[in-house]
Protein backbone atom coordinates (compact mmCIF):
# COMPACT_ATOMS: atom_id res chain seq x y z
CA UNK A 1 0.00 0.00 0.00
CA UNK A 2 2.89 2.41 1.21
CA UNK A 3 4.41 1.76 -2.69
CA UNK A 4 1.29 2.39 -4.53
CA UNK A 5 1.18 5.69 -2.71
CA UNK A 6 4.49 6.63 -3.18
CA UNK A 7 3.90 5.67 -6.89
CA UNK A 8 0.68 7.85 -7.23
CA UNK A 9 3.01 10.78 -6.28
CA UNK A 10 5.96 10.35 -7.93
CA UNK A 11 4.61 12.16 -10.91
CA UNK A 12 4.73 15.77 -8.73
CA UNK A 13 7.78 17.53 -9.36
CA UNK A 14 8.98 18.25 -5.71
CA UNK A 15 8.22 22.15 -5.04
CA UNK A 16 12.11 22.77 -4.02
CA UNK A 17 13.30 21.42 -7.19
CA UNK A 18 10.99 23.39 -9.54
CA UNK A 19 8.13 25.55 -7.60
CA UNK A 20 6.84 26.70 -11.43
CA UNK A 21 6.28 22.99 -12.40
CA UNK A 22 5.29 21.50 -8.99
CA UNK A 23 2.46 24.35 -9.31
CA UNK A 24 1.71 23.27 -12.60
CA UNK A 25 1.57 19.16 -11.39
CA UNK A 26 -1.19 19.76 -8.79
CA UNK A 27 -3.50 21.85 -10.94
CA UNK A 28 -3.26 19.44 -13.75
CA UNK A 29 -3.21 16.28 -11.47
CA UNK A 30 -6.29 17.36 -8.88
CA UNK A 31 -8.17 17.85 -11.50
CA UNK A 32 -8.66 21.70 -10.62
CA UNK A 33 -8.28 22.66 -14.89
CA UNK A 34 -7.84 21.52 -18.18
CA UNK A 35 -6.13 23.11 -20.98
CA UNK A 36 -8.40 24.59 -23.96
CA UNK A 37 -7.68 24.69 -27.73
CA UNK A 38 -7.27 28.63 -26.94
CA UNK A 39 -3.73 29.80 -25.79
CA UNK A 40 -4.16 31.23 -22.65
CA UNK A 41 -7.84 29.99 -21.81
CA UNK A 42 -8.27 27.41 -19.17
CA UNK A 43 -11.17 24.85 -18.59
CA UNK A 44 -11.90 25.18 -14.85
CA UNK A 45 -12.69 21.56 -13.88
CA UNK A 46 -15.96 20.65 -11.48
CA UNK A 47 -13.38 20.22 -8.95
CA UNK A 48 -11.72 23.52 -9.28
CA UNK A 49 -15.19 25.51 -10.09
CA UNK A 50 -16.03 24.24 -6.39
CA UNK A 51 -13.83 25.80 -4.96
CA UNK A 52 -14.64 29.04 -6.84
CA UNK A 53 -18.26 28.39 -5.68
CA UNK A 54 -17.11 28.53 -2.48
CA UNK A 55 -15.16 31.67 -2.63
CA UNK A 56 -18.26 33.57 -4.35
CA UNK A 57 -20.95 32.08 -1.83
CA UNK A 58 -18.74 33.53 1.11
CA UNK A 59 -17.80 36.64 -0.36
CA UNK A 60 -21.38 37.39 -1.89
CA UNK A 61 -22.87 36.95 1.27
CA UNK A 62 -20.49 39.30 2.64
CA UNK A 63 -21.14 41.79 -0.22
CA UNK A 64 -25.11 41.48 0.54
CA UNK A 65 -24.90 42.00 4.07
CA UNK A 66 -23.38 45.43 3.22
CA UNK A 67 -26.05 46.61 1.28
CA UNK A 68 -24.32 45.48 -2.46
CA UNK A 69 -27.00 44.50 -4.69
CA UNK A 70 -25.50 41.98 -8.13
CA UNK A 71 -26.27 43.13 -11.78
CA UNK A 72 -24.83 42.40 -15.11
CA UNK A 73 -23.09 44.55 -17.67
CA UNK A 74 -22.97 43.66 -21.35
CA UNK A 75 -19.86 41.92 -22.40
CA UNK A 76 -18.95 44.32 -24.87
CA UNK A 77 -17.90 47.49 -25.04
CA UNK A 78 -18.38 50.28 -28.29
CA UNK A 79 -14.76 52.14 -28.58
CA UNK A 80 -15.54 55.22 -28.10
CA UNK A 81 -16.82 54.47 -24.67
CA UNK A 82 -13.44 53.07 -24.07
CA UNK A 83 -11.78 55.82 -25.02
CA UNK A 84 -13.37 58.67 -22.32
CA UNK A 85 -11.32 58.41 -19.61
CA UNK A 86 -7.84 59.18 -21.12
CA UNK A 87 -5.39 56.93 -18.44
CA UNK A 88 -8.20 54.15 -18.28
CA UNK A 89 -8.22 53.24 -21.66
CA UNK A 90 -4.35 54.23 -21.64
CA UNK A 91 -3.62 51.33 -19.04
CA UNK A 92 -5.39 48.64 -20.97
CA UNK A 93 -5.27 49.28 -24.05
CA UNK A 94 -2.58 46.61 -24.61
CA UNK A 95 -4.44 43.85 -23.53
CA UNK A 96 -7.40 44.66 -25.12
CA UNK A 97 -9.36 42.05 -27.38
CA UNK A 98 -11.28 43.65 -30.10
CA UNK A 99 -14.52 42.40 -32.21
CA UNK A 100 -14.17 43.97 -35.21
CA UNK A 101 -17.03 41.51 -37.64
CA UNK A 102 -20.47 40.44 -36.52
CA UNK A 103 -21.11 37.47 -38.92
CA UNK A 104 -19.87 38.53 -42.30
CA UNK A 105 -20.25 42.05 -41.92
CA UNK A 106 -17.43 44.56 -40.62
CA UNK A 107 -18.50 46.68 -37.33
CA UNK A 108 -19.14 50.19 -37.96
CA UNK A 109 -17.17 50.94 -34.77
CA UNK A 110 -14.90 48.45 -33.08
CA UNK A 111 -16.31 46.74 -30.04
CA UNK A 112 -13.92 45.51 -26.76
CA UNK A 113 -14.25 42.46 -24.93
CA UNK A 114 -14.17 43.67 -21.69
CA UNK A 115 -11.03 43.86 -19.47
CA UNK A 116 -13.36 45.48 -16.47
CA UNK A 117 -16.41 47.72 -16.86
CA UNK A 118 -16.06 51.14 -15.30
CA UNK A 119 -16.82 52.54 -18.59
CA UNK A 120 -20.09 50.21 -18.83
CA UNK A 121 -21.40 51.14 -14.84
CA UNK A 122 -20.77 54.78 -15.94
CA UNK A 123 -22.56 54.59 -18.54
CA UNK A 124 -25.59 53.00 -17.01
CA UNK A 125 -25.11 55.75 -14.00
CA UNK A 126 -25.19 58.81 -15.57
CA UNK A 127 -28.74 57.30 -16.70
CA UNK A 128 -29.85 56.33 -13.14
CA UNK A 129 -28.63 58.64 -11.06
CA UNK A 130 -30.16 62.35 -10.80
CA UNK A 131 -30.84 62.79 -6.85
CA UNK A 132 -28.67 62.58 -3.59
CA UNK A 133 -31.47 60.28 -2.98
CA UNK A 134 -30.54 57.94 -5.49
CA UNK A 135 -27.24 57.98 -4.03
CA UNK A 136 -25.37 55.26 -2.99
CA UNK A 137 -25.39 52.96 -5.56
CA UNK A 138 -23.42 50.17 -4.43
CA UNK A 139 -23.65 47.18 -7.56
CA UNK A 140 -21.16 44.19 -7.37
CA UNK A 141 -21.44 42.23 -10.64
CA UNK A 142 -20.00 38.64 -11.37
CA UNK A 143 -18.25 37.81 -14.32
CA UNK A 144 -15.38 37.31 -16.62
CA UNK A 145 -13.20 39.40 -18.38
CA UNK A 146 -10.45 38.96 -20.59
CA UNK A 147 -6.67 40.45 -20.80
CA UNK A 148 -5.11 39.42 -23.78
CA UNK A 149 -1.85 38.07 -21.71
CA UNK A 150 1.63 37.09 -23.19
CA UNK A 151 2.58 34.87 -20.75
CA UNK A 152 -0.38 32.30 -19.14
CA UNK A 153 -0.20 29.94 -15.89
CA UNK A 154 -3.45 28.63 -14.68
CA UNK A 155 -5.87 30.72 -12.15
CA UNK A 156 -2.82 33.14 -11.80
CA UNK A 157 -2.68 34.88 -14.92
CA UNK A 158 -5.05 34.04 -18.18
CA UNK A 159 -6.16 35.65 -20.81
CA UNK A 160 -10.06 35.07 -19.75
CA UNK A 161 -11.36 34.47 -16.25
CA UNK A 162 -13.71 34.93 -13.21
CA UNK A 163 -13.77 37.62 -10.63
CA UNK A 164 -16.39 40.01 -9.20
CA UNK A 165 -16.22 43.73 -9.38
CA UNK A 166 -17.84 45.74 -6.91
CA UNK A 167 -18.68 49.41 -8.31
CA UNK A 168 -20.60 52.12 -6.22
CA UNK A 169 -21.38 55.61 -6.56
CA UNK A 170 -21.54 58.00 -3.80
CA UNK A 171 -22.27 61.22 -2.89
CA UNK A 172 -19.28 62.73 -1.28
CA UNK A 173 -15.30 62.11 -1.36
CA UNK A 174 -15.54 61.09 2.41
CA UNK A 175 -17.97 58.21 1.78
CA UNK A 176 -16.24 56.68 -1.49
CA UNK A 177 -13.05 56.91 0.49
CA UNK A 178 -15.09 54.71 3.62
CA UNK A 179 -15.94 51.90 0.88
CA UNK A 180 -12.89 51.67 -0.64
CA UNK A 181 -11.33 50.92 2.67
CA UNK A 182 -14.15 48.86 4.10
CA UNK A 183 -13.96 46.77 0.90
CA UNK A 184 -10.21 46.23 1.26
CA UNK A 185 -11.27 45.07 4.63
CA UNK A 186 -13.62 42.75 3.59
CA UNK A 187 -10.63 41.05 1.26
CA UNK A 188 -8.23 40.94 4.06
CA UNK A 189 -11.09 39.44 6.69
CA UNK A 190 -11.86 36.70 4.03
CA UNK A 191 -8.68 35.85 2.76
CA UNK A 192 -7.35 35.09 6.43
CA UNK A 193 -10.47 33.45 8.14
CA UNK A 194 -11.59 31.90 5.22
CA UNK A 195 -8.58 31.15 3.24
CA UNK A 196 -6.19 30.76 5.88
CA UNK A 197 -4.05 33.30 3.92
CA UNK A 198 -2.16 36.29 5.94
CA UNK A 199 -2.17 39.29 4.17
CA UNK A 200 -0.69 42.57 3.86
CA UNK A 201 -3.19 45.78 3.96
CA UNK A 202 -1.59 48.98 1.94
CA UNK A 203 -1.52 51.52 -0.58
CA UNK A 204 -0.04 50.87 -3.87
CA UNK A 205 2.01 53.94 -5.30
CA UNK A 206 1.21 56.02 -7.85
CA UNK A 207 3.38 54.13 -10.11
CA UNK A 208 1.40 50.96 -9.30
CA UNK A 209 -2.25 52.13 -8.67
CA UNK A 210 -5.49 51.36 -10.97
CA UNK A 211 -5.42 53.37 -14.66
CA UNK A 212 -7.70 56.28 -13.94
CA UNK A 213 -7.69 55.62 -10.25
CA UNK A 214 -6.99 58.54 -7.59
CA UNK A 215 -5.68 55.88 -5.23
CA UNK A 216 -5.38 52.02 -4.98
CA UNK A 217 -5.34 49.61 -2.38
CA UNK A 218 -4.23 46.18 -1.79
CA UNK A 219 -4.30 43.35 0.20
CA UNK A 220 -0.53 41.73 -0.80
CA UNK A 221 0.32 37.49 -0.31
CA UNK A 222 3.48 35.91 0.18
CA UNK A 223 3.96 32.12 -1.42
CA UNK A 224 5.59 29.30 -0.18
CA UNK A 225 8.18 30.16 -2.80
CA UNK A 226 8.76 33.31 -1.26
CA UNK A 227 7.13 35.25 -4.34
CA UNK A 228 4.41 37.58 -3.68
CA UNK A 229 0.97 37.92 -5.02
CA UNK A 230 -1.58 40.58 -5.15
CA UNK A 231 -4.70 38.94 -3.85
CA UNK A 232 -7.36 41.54 -4.07
CA UNK A 233 -7.36 45.54 -4.51
CA UNK A 234 -9.97 48.26 -4.19
CA UNK A 235 -9.46 51.55 -5.59
CA UNK A 236 -11.01 55.02 -5.19
CA UNK A 237 -12.06 56.61 -8.16
CA UNK A 238 -12.82 59.96 -6.75
CA UNK A 239 -15.06 62.42 -9.37
CA UNK A 240 -12.52 61.66 -12.14
CA UNK A 241 -14.59 59.09 -14.63
CA UNK A 242 -17.95 61.24 -13.02
CA UNK A 243 -16.40 64.21 -14.75
CA UNK A 244 -15.72 61.71 -18.32
CA UNK A 245 -18.88 60.47 -18.17
CA UNK A 246 -21.28 63.52 -16.86
CA UNK A 247 -22.20 61.47 -13.77
CA UNK A 248 -24.25 64.13 -11.60
CA UNK A 249 -27.17 64.67 -9.28
CA UNK A 250 -28.26 67.33 -7.62
CA UNK A 251 -27.38 67.77 -3.93
CA UNK A 252 -29.52 68.55 -0.93
CA UNK A 253 -28.41 71.93 -1.29
CA UNK A 254 -29.55 72.10 -4.53
CA UNK A 255 -26.88 71.94 -6.56
CA UNK A 256 -25.28 70.12 -9.10
CA UNK A 257 -22.48 67.52 -8.15
CA UNK A 258 -20.37 64.89 -9.63
CA UNK A 259 -20.56 61.98 -8.17
CA UNK A 260 -17.44 60.29 -6.26
CA UNK A 261 -16.66 55.96 -7.23
CA UNK A 262 -14.96 53.22 -6.08
CA UNK A 263 -14.06 49.37 -7.93
CA UNK A 264 -12.40 46.41 -6.03
CA UNK A 265 -12.43 43.00 -7.55
CA UNK A 266 -10.89 39.56 -6.63
CA UNK A 267 -11.00 36.70 -8.60
CA UNK A 268 -10.09 32.98 -9.71
CA UNK A 269 -6.40 33.80 -8.77
CA UNK A 270 -7.24 33.17 -4.97
CA UNK A 271 -7.17 29.38 -5.97
CA UNK A 272 -3.36 29.71 -7.27
CA UNK A 273 -2.82 31.54 -3.99
CA UNK A 274 -4.23 28.77 -2.01
CA UNK A 275 -2.20 26.17 -3.97
CA UNK A 276 0.98 27.91 -3.48
CA UNK A 277 0.04 29.07 0.29
CA UNK A 278 -0.79 25.59 1.64
CA UNK A 279 0.15 22.86 -1.05
CA UNK A 280 2.88 20.53 -0.41
CA UNK A 281 4.80 17.44 -1.93
CA UNK A 282 1.42 15.49 -2.25
CA UNK A 283 -0.85 17.88 -3.74
CA UNK A 284 -3.64 20.83 -2.44
CA UNK A 285 -4.00 21.59 0.90
CA UNK A 286 -7.31 23.20 1.55
CA UNK A 287 -8.02 25.16 4.60
CA UNK A 288 -11.53 23.56 5.52
CA UNK A 289 -13.61 26.56 4.94
CA UNK A 290 -13.03 26.88 1.60
CA UNK A 291 -12.67 23.04 0.54
CA UNK A 292 -15.74 21.21 -1.37
CA UNK A 293 -14.89 18.08 0.76
CA UNK A 294 -14.43 18.73 4.24
CA UNK A 295 -13.99 15.05 5.24
CA UNK A 296 -13.78 11.88 2.94
CA UNK A 297 -15.05 8.53 4.62
CA UNK A 298 -13.09 5.60 3.01
CA UNK A 299 -13.93 1.93 4.04
CA UNK A 300 -11.29 -0.55 4.08
CA UNK A 301 -12.20 -3.85 3.55
CA UNK A 302 -15.56 -2.97 2.00
CA UNK A 303 -16.20 -6.53 0.46
CA UNK A 304 -17.02 -7.38 4.44
CA UNK A 305 -20.36 -7.24 5.65
CA UNK A 306 -21.26 -4.52 7.66
CA UNK A 307 -18.88 -1.92 6.00
CA UNK A 308 -20.38 0.19 3.83
CA UNK A 309 -23.88 0.12 5.76
CA UNK A 310 -21.36 1.28 9.14
CA UNK A 311 -19.87 4.27 6.24
CA UNK A 312 -23.24 5.26 5.01
CA UNK A 313 -24.81 5.19 8.34
CA UNK A 314 -21.47 7.90 9.48
CA UNK A 315 -22.56 9.67 6.48
CA UNK A 316 -25.96 10.48 6.81
CA UNK A 317 -25.13 11.53 10.32
CA UNK A 318 -22.69 13.76 9.51
CA UNK A 319 -24.33 14.98 5.68
CA UNK A 320 -25.98 18.25 6.85
CA UNK A 321 -23.12 19.60 8.85
CA UNK A 322 -19.87 18.70 7.18
CA UNK A 323 -19.00 18.91 3.88
CA UNK A 324 -18.91 14.92 3.56
CA UNK A 325 -18.11 12.14 1.05
CA UNK A 326 -17.73 8.47 0.60
CA UNK A 327 -15.24 6.75 -1.68
CA UNK A 328 -16.99 3.11 -2.23
CA UNK A 329 -14.90 2.71 -5.54
CA UNK A 330 -13.16 -0.39 -6.49
CA UNK A 331 -10.07 1.25 -6.02
CA UNK A 332 -7.01 0.17 -3.25
CA UNK A 333 -7.37 2.15 0.19
CA UNK A 334 -3.94 3.17 -0.35
CA UNK A 335 -4.96 4.62 -4.17
CA UNK A 336 -7.93 6.16 -1.95
CA UNK A 337 -5.60 7.94 0.32
CA UNK A 338 -3.46 9.20 -1.86
CA UNK A 339 -6.18 10.47 -4.21
CA UNK A 340 -7.77 11.91 -1.34
CA UNK A 341 -4.51 13.80 -0.24
CA UNK A 342 -3.38 14.79 -3.83
CA UNK A 343 -7.12 17.19 -4.01
CA UNK A 344 -6.70 18.25 -0.70
CA UNK A 345 -9.50 17.34 1.21
CA UNK A 346 -9.06 18.31 5.37
CA UNK A 347 -9.77 15.36 6.83
CA UNK A 348 -10.13 11.42 5.75
CA UNK A 349 -12.26 9.03 8.47
CA UNK A 350 -11.28 5.25 7.99
CA UNK A 351 -13.91 2.67 8.68
CA UNK A 352 -13.29 -1.07 8.77
CA UNK A 353 -14.42 -4.50 10.64
CA UNK A 354 -11.90 -4.17 13.20
CA UNK A 355 -12.99 -0.70 14.09
CA UNK A 356 -16.60 -1.43 13.85
CA UNK A 357 -15.91 -4.08 16.13
CA UNK A 358 -14.10 -1.39 18.77
CA UNK A 359 -17.31 1.05 17.97
CA UNK A 360 -14.18 3.73 16.56
CA UNK A 361 -12.89 5.13 13.56
CA UNK A 362 -9.74 6.43 12.49
CA UNK A 363 -9.62 10.45 11.46
CA UNK A 364 -6.43 11.68 9.53
CA UNK A 365 -5.77 15.27 8.77
CA UNK A 366 -4.34 16.32 5.73
CA UNK A 367 -2.30 19.32 6.43
CA UNK A 368 -0.08 17.48 9.52
CA UNK A 369 -1.09 13.92 8.38
CA UNK A 370 -2.07 13.21 12.25
CA UNK A 371 -4.03 9.99 12.84
CA UNK A 372 -6.79 10.13 15.51
CA UNK A 373 -8.85 7.11 17.14
CA UNK A 374 -12.16 8.28 17.85
CA UNK A 375 -15.29 6.85 19.34
CA UNK A 376 -18.06 6.49 17.05
CA UNK A 377 -20.74 8.16 19.13
CA UNK A 378 -18.27 11.36 19.65
CA UNK A 379 -17.18 11.14 15.99
CA UNK A 380 -19.25 14.64 14.67
CA UNK A 381 -18.00 16.62 17.95
CA UNK A 382 -14.47 15.49 17.14
CA UNK A 383 -14.82 16.32 13.59
CA UNK A 384 -16.03 19.52 14.06
CA UNK A 385 -13.35 20.35 16.67
CA UNK A 386 -10.39 19.26 14.17
CA UNK A 387 -11.89 21.21 11.26
CA UNK A 388 -12.10 24.07 13.25
CA UNK A 389 -8.51 23.32 14.64
CA UNK A 390 -7.45 23.05 11.03
CA UNK A 391 -8.57 26.28 9.70
CA UNK A 392 -6.44 28.06 12.60
CA UNK A 393 -3.22 25.67 12.55
CA UNK A 394 -2.98 26.46 8.24
CA UNK A 395 -3.85 30.38 9.29
CA UNK A 396 -0.46 30.29 11.84
CA UNK A 397 1.70 28.11 9.65
CA UNK A 398 1.32 30.32 6.41
CA UNK A 399 1.97 33.53 9.20
CA UNK A 400 4.78 31.80 10.40
CA UNK A 401 5.80 31.33 6.71
CA UNK A 402 5.49 35.10 6.08
CA UNK A 403 7.03 36.04 8.81
CA UNK A 404 10.25 34.23 8.55
CA UNK A 405 10.36 35.25 4.81
CA UNK A 406 10.27 39.10 5.90
CA UNK A 407 13.04 41.29 6.06
CA UNK A 408 14.32 44.55 6.92
CA UNK A 409 16.74 46.07 4.74
CA UNK A 410 18.72 49.77 4.77
CA UNK A 411 21.31 49.80 1.23
CA UNK A 412 20.89 47.94 -1.99
CA UNK A 413 23.65 45.65 -1.22
CA UNK A 414 21.34 43.88 1.20
CA UNK A 415 18.29 44.17 -0.96
CA UNK A 416 19.81 42.60 -3.98
CA UNK A 417 21.77 39.88 -1.50
CA UNK A 418 18.33 39.20 0.69
CA UNK A 419 16.22 38.37 -2.80
CA UNK A 420 19.19 36.53 -4.13
CA UNK A 421 19.65 34.13 -1.14
CA UNK A 422 16.14 33.67 0.19
CA UNK A 423 13.22 35.81 -1.81
CA UNK A 424 10.63 37.32 0.27
CA UNK A 425 8.80 40.34 1.38
CA UNK A 426 11.69 43.10 1.50
CA UNK A 427 10.94 45.97 4.05
CA UNK A 428 12.49 49.55 2.85
CA UNK A 429 12.55 52.80 2.99
CA UNK A 430 11.57 54.94 0.27
CA UNK A 431 11.75 58.44 -0.74
CA UNK A 432 8.84 58.73 -3.05
CA UNK A 433 10.38 59.19 -6.15
CA UNK A 434 9.41 56.87 -8.89
CA UNK A 435 12.53 56.92 -10.34
CA UNK A 436 13.50 55.02 -7.42
CA UNK A 437 11.15 53.02 -7.57
CA UNK A 438 11.93 51.87 -11.28
CA UNK A 439 15.50 51.39 -10.51
CA UNK A 440 14.91 49.17 -7.84
CA UNK A 441 12.64 46.77 -9.70
CA UNK A 442 15.44 47.01 -12.91
CA UNK A 443 18.20 46.38 -10.33
CA UNK A 444 16.82 43.24 -8.27
CA UNK A 445 13.53 42.59 -10.05
CA UNK A 446 11.31 43.51 -7.43
CA UNK A 447 8.53 45.43 -6.94
CA UNK A 448 6.53 47.47 -4.73
CA UNK A 449 4.32 45.88 -3.61
CA UNK A 450 1.79 48.54 -0.84
CA UNK A 451 2.98 50.95 1.70
CA UNK A 452 1.87 49.46 4.19
CA UNK A 453 -0.75 51.16 6.81
CA UNK A 454 0.95 50.03 9.89
CA UNK A 455 4.34 51.88 9.59
CA UNK A 456 7.89 51.23 10.71
CA UNK A 457 10.75 53.45 10.24
CA UNK A 458 13.36 51.52 9.58
CA UNK A 459 15.91 54.11 8.85
CA UNK A 460 15.87 58.02 7.97
CA UNK A 461 16.88 57.60 4.08
CA UNK A 462 15.78 55.94 1.17
CA UNK A 463 16.94 52.70 0.28
CA UNK A 464 17.92 53.35 -3.55
CA UNK A 465 19.46 56.78 -3.61
CA UNK A 466 19.60 58.13 0.27
CA UNK A 467 17.85 61.06 0.41
CA UNK A 468 15.31 61.36 3.15
CA UNK A 469 12.56 58.93 3.09
CA UNK A 470 9.67 58.90 5.55
CA UNK A 471 7.34 55.53 3.96
CA UNK A 472 8.42 52.28 4.80
CA UNK A 473 7.51 50.24 1.80
CA UNK A 474 6.75 46.42 0.89
CA UNK A 475 9.03 44.99 -2.05
CA UNK A 476 9.15 41.85 -3.44
CA UNK A 477 9.39 39.69 -6.73
CA UNK A 478 5.41 39.28 -7.78
CA UNK A 479 3.30 36.75 -10.05
Known sequence: ????????????????????????????????VDYSHIKGCMIIRPY??????????????????????NVYMPMFIPESLLQKEKDHVEGFAPEVAWVTHGGNEKLQERLCVRPTSETLFCDHYKNIIQSYRDLPKLY??????????????????????????????HATAEEAMEETKRMLNVYAWFCENILAMPVIKGQKTDKEKFAGAESTFTIESLMHSGIALQAGTSHNF??????????????????????????WGVTTRLIGAIIMVHGDDNGLVLPPAVAPVQLMIIPIAQHKPGVLEKANDIYNKLAGNV??????????????????????????????????????????????????????????TKISE??????????????KHVEERTFSVTDMEAFTKQLEETPGFIKAMWCGDEACELK????????????????????????????????????????
Not at 244 to 260: G, R
Not at 337 to 352: K, T, V
Request: proline fraction near 3%; include cysteine.
Open 140 to 169: NQWCSVVRWEKTTRPFLRSCEFLWQEGHTA
Open 48 to 69: GYAIWENIQKTLDSKFKELGHE
Open 1 to 32: MAQEQKKFVEDITPMDVDFAKWYTDIVKKADL
Open 440 to 479: IKDLTGASSRCIPFEQEKLSDKCVCCGKPADKMVYWGKAY
Open 238 to 263: GDGFAKAFEIQFTDKDNKLKYVHQTS
Open 323 to 380: RVKIDDSDKSPGFKFSDQEMRGIPLRLEIGPKDIENNQAILARRDTGEKYTVCLDEIA
Open 386 to 399: LLDTIQNDMFNAAK
